[in-house]
DNA sequence: CTCATATATTCGCTTAAGCGATTATATGAG
DNA sequence: CTCATATAATCGCTTAAGCGAATATATGAG
């Protein structure tokens, strides 16, 4: 079966992995994960619509912007422990969480 | 931190899945996973050496064989679940511990 | 020592991944 | 319509993965 394989591919990457512990916060638009994570716009897209094909996230347009969130069926429960036992508890997530964090923040005080 | 994602990558193949479904069973030497499996020596080797480079599994030298078995720690205790909620289900898998069976049954046969 | 068996390593090749830079597309504002 | 913003797609490049075939190494048997 090639779904399993594939989700397991997505999660092989850092960045993928920087993604979807953000994801695993709340419902995110790309320019939101760029900002987070430093990253381009262009590295950004693609890795989440890698994720998106893996069925580990799901999109939904709304005007100009995409929100991503996660999509998780049964047999992804070990993502679970792997977010929460791991990612969590290393320094880089944790950053990228701030910086989240952070930048939401300025975004809305932006917008007022 | 590399370690966690190295863990990853090593799952990002369907070799090494079917790989460590065996050694969920219980240890193994090369030859074993190579007739289960009915892959090439240097196939099973290169990707057992893989799965050890990336501690999930160990090994232990006797005689002229190389003991493989899971080398599981606290983080990756997913792995149960990707084993068991996953693995297990689908067909590959399932042949594959049969035909392990089958070749434990004729390898003590040949030893009697 | 010699041979057979088990495992690891190397080589050359092919294919896939990831990236930055750029361009294309879609939407809302005015 | 025009412009700015958000996102996706394309191009060319570089690097990594995986493979089969062949070779090397280690161990036990005799």
Redesign the pocket.
């Known amino acids: 079966m090639e779904k399993l394989l594939d989700a397991l591919?997505a999660l092989?990457?850092e960045?993928r992995l920087r993604i979807l512990n953000l994801l695993y916060e709340k419902e995110l638009?790309?320019?939101d994960i760029m900002e987070a994570l430093q990253i381009?716009?262009?590295?950004a897209?693609?890795?989440?619509?890698?994720l998106k094909n893996a069925e580990l996230v799901k999109?939904r347009k709304h005007?100009?912007?995409?929100y991503y969130s996660m999509a998780l069926d049964e047999r992804m429960k070990f993502m679970d422990s792997l977010v929460y036992d791991n990612l969590r508890n290393l320094e880089l997530y944790q950053n990228d969480l701030q910086n989240l964090k952070d930048w939401l923040k300025r975004k809305n005080i932006k917008c007022d």
């Open positions: 591919k092989s990457d960045t638009c790309v320019c381009s716009q262009a590295k897209s693609r890795h989440l619509i890698y999109d005007a100009q912007w995409v």
